[in-house]
């Protein structure tokens, strides 16, 4: 099946400075990768999705500035939390469509900001 | 809009029964099920496509009634490893909303 990575796979961070995941497709290419949010116990919270070579789409309340995405090629995006606070601490989820009409999902980056 | 799921948990022994429910207050076009284990990622279950179309990966199998805007997923003759968190997804042109999860906890 479809394999998507994420680097790193946990990150602690110092309130104010900028933390950068990266989510990868392994062996496949995904035009198309989404990012999402999951607080402690709670459901995954669609934050963004990542169309290569153009803008990303972001849901509504989600700050494009503070959240910079970029998806350089067709198996990479990137996340920047820019200026991070605590309350940006949260497990980041990347998935990617691999032609399926299904997800495949990432591992995860839990994000500690101190 | 997220779709809404239920129980919130469920607690079984090996072996035995468990439906979990997943409505919406939209027209569902298709409908797709994953499991979470703590601190890991989603792993894609199954999909349930208007018209009666289902793909899964797993020997789980589910519903979809499109009149009521609700599928359930049927955990048969529970084992250990079906414990972790269920999330339904509904699909909206290529972004999936999922439910709060239910928590399904396998006991030997």
């Known amino acids: 099946g479809a394999v998507v990575s994420q680097h790193p796979s946990w990150v602690i961070c110092k309130s104010g400075t900028s933390v950068k995941i990266e989510c990868r497709s392994l062996?496949?290419?995904?035009?198309?990768m989404f990012w999402y949010r999951q607080f402690p116990k709670q459901s995954l919270m669609l934050m963004a999705t990542?169309?290569?070579?153009?803008?990303?789409?972001?849901e509504q309340g989600v700050e494009k500035d503070k959240f910079l995405i970029n998806h350089a090629s067709l198996t990479l995006s990137t996340l920047t939390v820019t200026s991070a606070h605590p309350e940006d601490s949260s497990f980041y989820i990347c998935?990617?469509?691999?032609?399926?009409?299904?997800?495949?999902f990432g591992p995860g980056t839990r994000l500690t900001v101190t | 809009q997220q779709p809404v799921q239920s129980p919130q948990a469920v607690i079984l022994r090996e072996g035995e029964d468990a439906v979990i429910n997943c409505s919406s207050s939209?027209?569902?076009?298709?409908v797709h099920w994953y499991r979470q284990k703590h601190g890991e990622a989603p792993v894609f279950l199954m999909i349930?496509?208007?018209?009666?179309e289902q793909k899964g990966h797993e020997k789980i199998s589910a519903s979809f009634n499109e009149k009521k805007q609700q599928s359930s997923l049927y955990l048969t003759a529970s084992q250990l490893s079906y414990s972790g968190t269920y999330f339904c997804?509904?699909?909206?042109?290529?972004?999936?909303?999922f439910g709060a999860g239910t928590t399904v906890t396998v006991r030997a």
């Open positions: 990542s169309n290569e070579g153009s803008k990303a789409t972001y």
């Open positions: 998935s990617a469509e691999a032609g399926d009409p299904w997800q495949y």
């Open positions: 939209k027209a569902l076009y298709s």
């Open positions: 349930l496509l208007k018209g009666g």
């Open positions: 997804g509904t699909a909206n042109d290529y972004k999936l909303s």
């Open positions: 062996d496949f290419q995904a035009t198309t």
